[in-house]
């Protein structure tokens, strides 16, 4: 992913890339060769990257976290 916005708080080591906003078609090459020869390219490291969604980003667990925050403001 670019690093532009927030994305950086998304996408990181344990689950990602980040290329730099203006970059050259050949830095995304040298990406994908460096993802397809490093642990990220394994089975294992895909499984990591779901926890992490399912932990950080998954709706069901977040709204409910929102939901309790809302009523203890009440």
């Known amino acids: 992913a670019t690093n532009v916005g927030g994305v950086s708080e998304v996408v990181n080591g344990n689950n ?3 290329i ?5 078609p050949e830095d995304v090459a040298h990406k994908i060769t460096e993802f397809s020869k490093s ?3 394994t089975l294992n ?3 990591n990257v779901r926890l992490d969604w399912e ?3 998954s ?3 977040n709204y409910e976290i ?3 925050e809302l009523i ?3």
């Open 66 to 68: 929102f939901y309790s």
């Open 55 to 57: 932990n950080r980003f």
């Open 45 to 47: 490291f895909r499984k």
């Open 39 to 41: 642990e990220m390219n």
């Open 16 to 18: 990602g890339i980040l």
């Open 72 to 74: 203890k403001q009440l």
């Open 20 to 24: 730099e906003k203006d970059f050259l």
């Open 59 to 61: 709706a069901k667990k």
